[in-house]
């Protein structure tokens, strides 16, 4: 039996590809992409989330415990990536985040994307 597949709305620690450097691998990132999609790829996409970090309309916060999270987070939405499930390292981190908050990412995602303005635009 290999790993639990990704389900939309959890969070899982990853390996991001291109930053072997980065001393705080593998992170947490939040998986959005739709379940259907997470089971016919090879790969999901996630935010990434980073203990520090100022909040913002593509910042999403997140509190300690919601997902499974050990800290007060920040979920950066203007640096969704695409990784392969190879990446996952460990998850899912707790229960899926709500949907309230699942549809805040998501908004700011269309907002670093240009589908939504910015707020004050």
């Given at each position: 039996?290999?790993?639990?597949?990704?389900?939309?709305?959890?969070?899982?620690?990853?390996?991001?590809?291109?930053?072997?450097?980065?001393?705080?691998?593998?992170?947490?990132?939040?998986?959005?992409?739709?379940?259907?999609?997470?089971?016919?790829?090879?790969?999901?996409i996630v935010a990434p989330i980073f203990?520090?970090?100022?909040?913002?309309?593509?910042?999403?916060p997140i509190r300690r415990g919601i997902?499974?999270?050990?800290?007060?987070?920040?979920?950066?939405?203007?640096?969704?990536?695409?990784?392969?499930?190879?990446?996952?390292?460990?998850?899912?981190?707790?229960?899926?985040?709500?949907?309230?908050?699942?549809?805040?990412?998501?908004?700011?995602?269309?907002?670093?994307?240009?589908?939504?303005?910015?707020?004050?635009?």
């Open positions: 039996m290999g790993k639990p597949l990704p389900r939309r709305g959890q969070i899982w620690n990853v390996f991001t590809p291109g930053q072997p450097q980065d001393p705080h691998q593998p992170r947490p990132a939040l998986v959005i992409s739709a379940d259907a999609r997470n089971v016919a790829e090879d790969d999901i203990t520090r970090g100022a909040t913002g309309p593509t910042h999403v997902g499974g999270l050990g800290h007060d987070s920040v979920i950066f939405c203007e640096e969704i990536t695409a990784l392969d499930v190879d990446s996952l390292s460990q998850g899912p981190l707790g229960d899926a985040v709500p949907e309230s908050l699942l549809r805040r990412v998501v908004r700011a995602v269309r907002i670093a994307i240009g589908d939504v303005p910015m707020p004050g635009d």
